[in-house]
């Protein structure tokens, strides 16, 4: 490893450690505080019986592949019922729900996957939501009273993606950022309190990824993974900053990139395969692009300088800086993962949940356990105040890995 790769793992290495003192464990939105799949918890067990993690709790949630936000003792997440959608809000402590609030959605898909996508959205005393079919909605995480909300096919114009509405608006500042898919204003920022557009641009069909922002030359940006590739945004204003083109087959992509200073990596399936980009206020360029990582729907993550993701239904591991290949296993099938504390938190497309080391030496499982059943478990799992939650198409269950 040359001195510049060296000081910029060990910066960032640092960095997330001092993060972690100062940072709670909630997970108040898609993957994660800061969007990065990367969670500052620790202690948390790492020996697990062959049953896996004991169960503290489990519950219907209704029809969907939504992840779970856990935020302040609560846990928000989306289900479908009889073409009725429910945003759910549910006690941490024993899964009992506090509150649900409900309203009519067709949950078919053409594709055979019903139900909604996007994972729920907490900042303070609000939650966002977005359903398949473009119902986007602001609710008090209280009482789950409604707000404001607006339909992105009524309001804005959009259009459904294939698949349906899949990426979980982002609070940046007092706005709310996400795509709309429609002509002239595919994405679009809102006043979180009030709904109100402030900026709305472009013309890219909606993607299946979520939004990320981030400093970019001492301002902040957003990039949003369209239809048509990544588009760099500032957050203040919406004006363009950069475009690069980026084409899947089925208009799928779905992985949310990822951040390294001024480096943005992205992914997709169906063969496209993986780049790293550098990123300026006015411009991007590729570092490299190979296919070594194929993100179908679940995002990598990044530790230490390397990547480790699922490229199609491989576990792999990438060198962020050359894109070459540490190891490959195929123990989890298309599956997703989150990180914490040097570790990956892995769940496989059929409900088994395991935990390896973040190593590029190799593939070490520490521990593993069927704790779903079911087929497609492709919503990422959860660690947040020492509990894993996993979900299925219909079932959430949390597992208590807290070291108490």
Not at 81 to 99: E, R
Not at 122 to 150: E, I, M, P
Not at 249 to 256: F, I, K, L
């Amino acid at each position: 490893m040359n001195a510049r790769r060296f000081s910029v793992c060990f910066f960032y290495t640092l960095l997330s450690v001092l993060a972690g003192a100062q940072e709670t464990s909630d997970w108040p939105q898609w993957r994660g505080p800061k969007r990065s799949g990367v969670s500052t918890e620790k202690d948390f067990l790492t020996a697990w019986p062959k049953d896996g993690p004991p169960r503290a709790w489990a519950a219907k949630v209704g029809v969907g592949w939504s992840s779970v936000a856990v935020a302040a003792g609560r846990l928000f997440t989306l289900g479908n019922v009889s073409d009725v959608d429910h945003v759910l809000c549910l006690d941490t402590a024993n899964g009992k729900t506090l509150w649900d609030y409900k309203y009519p959605c067709v949950a078919a898909d053409p594709n055979g996957y019903p139900g909604p996508r996007c994972t729920p959205t907490v900042d303070g005393n609000l939650v966002f939501t977005v359903s398949r079919n473009g119902h986007l909605l602001c609710l008090n995480t209280a009482n789950g009273a409604l707000v404001w909300n607006k339909n992105l096919v009524n309001d804005f114009g959009g259009s459904v993606p294939q698949w349906g509405f899949a990426g979980s608006p982002l609070v940046e500042g007092e706005l709310l950022i996400l795509e709309t898919g429609a002509q002239n204003r595919s994405v679009a920022a809102l006043e979180k309190r009030t709904g109100r557009v402030v900026w709305a641009n472009g013309n890219f069909a909606a993607g299946y990824s979520s939004p990320i922002a981030f400093d970019l030359a001492r301002d902040r940006a957003v990039a949003v993974f369209s239809a048509g590739g990544v588009t760099g945004r500032a957050v203040s204003n919406g004006r363009v900053l950069w475009h690069y083109n980026w084409r899947t087959s089925y208009d799928v992509n779905a992985a949310t990139p990822v951040v390294l200073e001024d480096k943005l990596f992205i992914s997709s399936g169906y063969g496209s395969g993986c780049a790293l980009l550098q990123m300026s206020a006015t411009g991007i360029q590729p570092v490299w692009s190979n296919k070594n990582m194929r993100n179908h729907m679940n995002s990598c993550v990044l530790w230490q300088g390397h990547l480790y993701g699922f490229d199609d239904n491989q576990l792999r591991c990438l060198d962020l800086f050359t894109g070459g290949v540490k190891w490959s296993t195929p123990a989890y099938g298309k599956g997703s993962l989150m990180l914490a504390d040097g570790k990956l938190i892995l769940y496989g497309e059929r409900g088994r949940l395991g935990l390896a080391d973040a190593s590029p030496a190799g593939f070490r499982e520490l521990a593993a356990a069927q704790v779903l059943g079911g087929s497609s478990t492709w919503a990422p799992p959860v660690l947040a105040q020492g509990r894993i939650y996993c979900r299925s198409g219909t079932d959430l269950v949390c597992l208590d890995v807290s070291s108490k």
